[in-house]
Structure formats: C-alpha cells, structure tokens
C-alpha cells in the first residue's frame, strides 16, 4: 500500500503537467484557428471592399458613357475634309467605299462588316441594273438616228449661212437639244446614285452619331454623304477609331485602380 501511495503521489504532478501541456495547446489550437478564420473574413471583406470599389468605377464609366449618349451635345473630332489625318482611311473610302462603310459600322456598333458593306451595295447595283435596262440597243438606234438628223441640221445650217452670209446664224437650229437620250439617263441616273449614297450613308452616320452623342441631324447626314461621300466616310473612320482608343484606355485606368 505504501508503494502504491508512492505511486501516486509521484504521478499526480506529472498528470497534472500534461493536463496542462495539453489545455495549453488546445488553447493555442483555438486561438490559431480564431486567427485563420478573423483574416479569412478580413480578406474576404478587403476583397469585397475592392470589387465594389471596381464596380463603382466601371459603373461610373459607364454612367459617363450613358450619359454622353444620352446628352447628344458632342463633336466630331476631326473634319470632314482632314483626310490627311488617315491616308489609309481616305484611300480605302475613295477605291471602296462599301468596304469602308462596313468596317466603321463593325468598329461602332459591332456588328458584322459584311452586312453593312452589302446593304451599302444593294441599291447601288439595282442602280446599275435599271441603268443598263434602260439604256438598251433599241435606245442606242434611236440615239444614233437624233445624231444623225442633228448632224443633218448642222450640216443645213452652215450651208445656210454661207449662202447668206451669216445672215441665218440668228435663226439656225445650233445646238438644239446637246443632252441626247442617253446623256439624260445618265444625269437622271447619277442624281439617283448620289441621293442612294446619300440614304444609305446618313443611315450609318446617324447610328455613329447616337452611338458616340455626336450632334447633328438626318438631313446633314444626308447632304454629307450625297455631296461628299468619300470624305464622310472617311471622316466617320477616324471618328469610330479615335472613340474605340478611348474607350480602351478608360477601361485600363479602371482596371489599375
């Protein structure tokens, strides 16, 4: 008995030892894992605090956006005649213009180029269809035959006036009619191309207009692109290309925020 109390007397202090060793440690464990758990919440909050940070200034963005489109108070930013500016746009505006069209409206509205190049093209080549319908053999004979009896004239004419020594000059039939049937179809027929371009131009010019809140109104359009096609269209190039850069650029300070 005595060696049992021994015992236990010596094992008591070390039980108690680790009894405390491990409240010690489950302490410890807690306040880790307490630790683990406040920065968890901590990063979670800085990383909501900085999304919404983001947001706002991506909301901002386009609040700014929104309300550029909605005012309709800005300026184009070059003229219509700088084409200088771009050679490439105002060569491709000049050899192409449906390839030209296309692209600006790809650039501005992100829509497809080869839509827009082939709603620029369709009038033009009913245009052509019509022109050359009209214009057919049977107009050609009768246009050949005007010039002959207007050759007639002239010819009777001249031999007047050397018979009467100028006298006749006053009531000869000189230049009666110089537009023939087929020059007439052919100014008919451009005044249709120009107010074609003009249609399909102011189209797409007043989509850049309300797409970037640039003033103006349909019938500038119309007379910019009837009058001037290839400058307009130009002039727009520059326009969808200069707006799309600063787009990205507010887009990028955005994101170094």
């Not at 990063?43 to 963005?61: N, P, S």
């Not at 039939?173 to 371009?197: D, E, I, N, Y």
Request: neutral net charge; contains cysteine; glycine residues 6%.
């Amino acid at each position: 008995r005595s060696a049992v109390r021994c015992g236990a007397q010596l094992a008591s202090p070390v039980l108690c030892a680790t009894d405390a060793i491990a409240a010690a440690f489950l302490l410890a464990l807690a306040f880790a894992l307490a630790s683990l758990r406040l920065c968890g919440v901590r990063t979670q909050t800085m990383g909501r605090d900085d999304q919404v940070q983001i947001d706002e200034e991506l909301l901002r963005a386009g609040e700014q956006f929104d309300v550029r489109e909605e005012a309709g108070t800005g300026n184009w930013s070059s003229g219509t005649f700088s084409c200088h500016r771009n050679v490439a746009s105002c060569s491709l505006s000049c050899c192409c213009p449906c390839v030209q069209y296309g692209f600006n409206q790809r650039i501005a509205s992100h829509e497809s180029c080869v839509k827009w190049a082939t709603i620029w093209m369709v009038p033009m080549v009913l245009l052509f269809i019509l022109f050359h319908t009209l214009d057919s053999p049977s107009v050609s004979a009768e246009q050949l035959m005007l010039q002959a009896d207007y050759a007639a004239d002239a010819a009777a004419a001249k031999a007047a006036r050397h018979a009467s020594h100028g006298g006749a000059d006053r009531d000869s039939p000189k230049a009666t009619s110089l537009l023939t049937p087929h020059k007439q179809l052919v100014l008919v027929f451009l005044f249709l191309g120009m107010a074609a371009t003009g249609v399909v131009g102011a189209i797409g010019r007043s989509r850049i207009r309300k797409r970037y809140n640039i003033s103006g109104g349909m019938l500038n359009d119309f007379l910019c692109h009837c009058c001037c096609h290839c400058c307009s269209l130009a002039r727009e190039a520059r326009e969808v290309r200069t707006q799309a850069i600063q787009e990205v650029l507010a887009i990028s300070d955005v994101d170094d925020l």
